[in-house]
């Protein structure tokens, strides 16, 4: 066989990408209507960055990086997420200090050296933002609601909203306790990479998949029981408004997320359909990153969205198609040398128009401009043209009108002009 894209890279098609570039469309202009700003990262970042952030006792951390040294011998690393980078990005461009520039989204490749499988590959894409400076809780709910609203515009409905909160730095460190205290009770029947977690970062614990560990996880002290003053009543402010807007939600209290910096607010859209890879979006807040990356103390919360899932769950038939307006049908050389031409001036203006170069017959042409899906086809043979006119033919009603060579263009124009008022 010859040369094969590497195992978890896929190549997305211009069949797939209608799909794809309706979700990104939908996506920027309904961010854009929040307020969000677009900033575009690198793909590559210093290891240390994903480290610190993500954290050392992660899956992703320890298992998925694609890390290596380049030939400074420094060590690099494909962004498994973006949030580290966005973060990264905010301290660096001092944009706590201009204050208005709070909503960042961003779309492209992520990496993770995870098995492959339906849903998961080892290069995937994210559709996520992030938003720096606002603690309060109608913040979260804000992107919530947002997030409900896009699966709703596509057709999505089956992504159901799944909630925790995981407290604060005042309230974490009693639930930790009481999570080693219990943990250490069931140690012997908890895999070794939990046995080893359980001492530095018992939380991990939660996220394992291992089905004697999740035995031992379905009876841990749940982190709900635990929140302060504070953090429970952001967590009920969160509620109160998803409850007010009719968003169904599922509280899950052992929901902690294969990222270490979270705090308070954590979620996930969960789509049954997508079988076992079936979160099609995550996020939550985590208001101490900005300062444990060397930053002013500043409250952020984002999520991203897997666009493969959510490509998967959007039903290509409901995907406004971008077909080209007319296809002109040259049936000879002098016609092409009219129609060449005027394509360019068609293109030019703003009009989706396709022409052939080397072909005879009408009903090969007309099959082809019926599979391009267009909305007139305008036919130029040698006897048209020697009559100094071409027929223009609606694809649908099949009716037809002769247009003179000279006013071609206008003609053309008054009717996609008039095509796109209607
Ligand atoms: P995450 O849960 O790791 O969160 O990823 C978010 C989404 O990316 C997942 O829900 C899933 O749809 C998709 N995804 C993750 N891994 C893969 C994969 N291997 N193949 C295909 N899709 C995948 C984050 O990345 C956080 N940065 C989200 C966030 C933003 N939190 C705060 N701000």
């Keep these: 066989m010859g040369?094969?894209?590497?195992k978890g890279f896929n190549d997305i098609l211009p069949a797939e990408m209608n799909t794809w570039q309706w979700v990104e469309n939908v996506f920027r202009q309904l961010l854009s209507s929040y307020n969000y700003g677009e900033i575009r990262l690198p793909?590559?970042?210093y290891t240390e960055l994903f480290s610190r952030s993500i954290g050392d006792d992660t899956d992703i951390v320890e298992k998925e990086m694609y890390t290596f040294h380049d030939r400074s011998n420094r060590s690099l690393t494909l962004r498994p997420e973006g949030t580290a980078s966005v973060v990264r990005a905010f301290i660096q461009h001092g944009m706590a200090a201009t204050g208005n520039i709070n909503k960042l989204y961003y779309l492209g490749p992520m990496f993770r050296y995870e098995r492959p499988q339906k849903g998961r590959y080892r290069q995937f894409y994210q559709l996520g933002a992030e938003v720096f400076g606002e603690e309060d809780y109608h913040q979260d709910a804000e992107i919530l609601i947002m997030l409900a609203r896009y699966f709703h515009v596509l057709g999505v409905g089956s992504a159901k909203l799944n909630l925790n909160s995981l407290g604060c730095k005042h309230c974490r460190p009693a639930y930790r306790q009481a999570l080693q205290d219990y943990l250490q009770r069931h140690g012997e029947y908890l895999c070794g990479d939990c046995q080893r977690r359980m001492q530095k970062n018992p939380l991990r614990v939660?996220?394992?998949k291992r089905p004697d560990c999740r035995k031992v996880v379905a009876e841990v002290p749940k982190i709900l029981d635990y929140l302060g003053v504070d953090c429970q009543a952001h967590f009920d402010g969160v509620i109160r408004l998803l409850d007010e807007v009719g968003i169904d939600y599922h509280v899950n209290p052992f929901m902690v997320r294969?990222?270490?910096?979270?705090?308070?607010t954590t979620f996930e859209f969960?789509?049954?359909?997508l079988g076992a890879q079936n979160a099609v979006a995550a996020g939550g807040r985590y208001d101490r990153?900005?300062?444990?990356?060397g930053g002013k103390p500043t409250p952020a919360i984002g999520f991203a969205i897997g666009m493969e899932r959510l490509a998967m769950l959007v039903d290509s038939d409901s995907v406004p198609v971008s077909a080209p307006f007319i296809y002109l049908a040259a049936l000879g050389e002098s016609a092409l040398?009219?129609?060449?031409?005027?394509?360019?001036?068609?293109n030019q203006a703003g009009v989706g128009a396709v022409l052939n170069y080397r072909q005879k017959s009408l009903k090969n042409l007309m099959k082809k401009a019926d599979r391009n899906n267009v909305v007139y086809t305008l036919i130029a043979g040698d006897q048209e043209i020697e009559q100094?006119?071409?027929i223009l033919r609606n694809m649908k009603t099949k009716e037809q009108q002769t247009i003179p060579l000279n006013t071609l263009f206008t003609n053309i124009r008054e009717v996609f002009d008039g095509h796109q008022n209607n």
Aim: hydrophobic share 45%.
């Design 3 to 6: 040369l094969q894209a590497i």
């Design 43 to 45: 793909l590559l970042e």
């Design 206 to 208: 939660l996220d394992c």
């Design 258 to 264: 294969g990222l270490d910096y979270y705090t308070r």
């Design 270 to 273: 969960i789509a049954g359909d």
């Design 289 to 293: 990153l900005v300062e444990e990356l």
């Design 337 to 346: 040398n009219i129609l060449y031409p005027l394509r360019h001036k068609l």
């Design 388 to 390: 100094g006119a071409a």
